[in-house]
């Protein structure tokens, strides 16, 4: 049974920063492209960062300020938030989607994180 379990939200003052992790179960988190994705209330979820092999995509919005990395020794990517705007303000779930036409897509239940003074 695969399981994605994030951790790390919470609330932060803006220009603060945050690390949020995703634990990975029942799947590699080496062999998969891991992605996280954020929804504020009222807005549509909105992709922030990509892991797959040995590259990493970053949204605009966040170019410059959150970088993604796993931990191979312990099946787990994180997003490292620097500089924290209240605009990041939303829950963000970690996504984990295997290769291959018939791979299958696992979400996690999202954390939420609040950037406000």
């Known amino acids: 049974q695969v399981q994605l379990v994030e951790s790390g939200g919470g609330l932060v003052q803006p220009g603060g920063s945050m690390r949020l992790s995703c634990v990975g179960s029942?799947?590699?988190?080496?062999?998969?492209?891991v992605s996280w994705y954020r929804q504020a209330p009222g807005e549509e979820r909105e992709w922030v960062a990509t892991?797959?092999?040995?590259?990493?995509h970053l949204a605009s919005a966040v170019k410059g300020r959150f970088t993604i990395e796993r931990d191979d020794a312990k099946n787990t990517v994180y997003l490292q938030m620097n500089n924290l705007k209240s605009e990041d303000t939303a829950v963000y779930s970690c996504?984990?989607?295997?290769?291959?036409?018939?791979?299958?897509?696992?979400w996690g239940q999202g954390t939420q994180v609040t950037v406000s003074s």
């Open positions: 029942g799947v590699s988190l080496t062999t998969t492209i």
């Open positions: 996504q984990v989607t295997e290769w291959g036409e018939d791979g299958n897509t696992y």
């Open positions: 892991a797959s092999d040995d590259r990493r």
